[in-house]
């Protein structure tokens, strides 16, 4: 699709195709996680989003909120490191922010994800530079603000998300397991950037009509 608006079934088409290539790109993960924290990034960001995909089987959604609420709290609750409450939070302020909605345009959407960044930076005590998911996070939502129209701005999104992810290996990471190596992180991609960048490649392929 390439319309103007992403509907609750254009979002959970998202969330599934998420869970698809995180599962795919699992060990990838791993590796990354394994060079500057504990080889647990693809099994947790699988086993939070299969839990996730079981979810969505088994409940419909009315509204964008009840949708994000949902998925919010199965990543809490079942994924043990950093990232299930990072990502937990961005789902439950994405959805907080729009109360009642049932659809989201480009702008919307940009409202969206800036909330739910809010809640990794709050809830993370972290900012961009820090060699994080936030680096890419953060330029995904300055590509989505400046684009015209939602799939255009989803688009220029997960360009931006990759490029963010790439920017991550010079960094010295100073927030999570990886900030316990100090300048031996340097060299290495950010495996939380890593699984970022797949969820936006994810909101391309069904929100932007890249697929
Ligand atoms: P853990 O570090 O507990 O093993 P994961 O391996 O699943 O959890 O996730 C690690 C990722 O979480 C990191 O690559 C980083 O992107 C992200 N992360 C960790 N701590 C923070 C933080 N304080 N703020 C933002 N992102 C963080
Ligand atoms: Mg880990």
């Not at 702008?107 to 809830?123: K, S």
Request: glycine share 12%; net charge negative; proline share 2%.
């Amino acid at each position: 699709m390439a319309e103007s608006t992403a509907s609750i079934d254009d979002l959970v088409g998202w969330l599934r195709r998420s869970a698809e290539l995180l599962q795919q790109e699992a060990s990838h993960l791993t590796e990354l996680d394994a060079a500057i924290g504990d080889a647990d990034h693809g099994a947790n960001m699988s086993r939070g989003f299969t839990a996730v995909t079981e979810a969505l089987d088994a409940e419909s959604f009315d509204t964008v909120d009840a949708l994000m609420k949902k998925v919010g709290m199965t990543m809490v609750s079942k994924v043990g490191g950093a990232s299930g409450p990072l990502y937990g939070t961005f789902f439950l302020r994405f959805g907080t922010s729009q109360p009642g909605a049932t659809e989201l345009d480009a702008t919307a959407l940009a409202a969206a994800v800036e909330a739910g960044i809010g809640g990794i930076a709050q809830r993370g005590k972290s900012e961009r530079g820090e060699k994080t998911m936030l680096d890419a996070w953060y330029p995904a939502l300055e590509a989505l603000q400046a684009a015209d129209g939602l799939a255009a701005g989803v688009h220029a999104a997960a360009e931006a998300a990759a490029e963010g992810r790439d920017a991550t290996e010079p960094m010295t990471a100073t927030k999570g397991r990886a900030s316990y190596l100090g300048e031996r992180s340097v060299g290495h991609i950010d495996p939380g950037s890593a699984s970022t960048a797949l969820i936006w490649q994810a909101a391309d392929e069904t929100l932007g009509g890249a697929a």
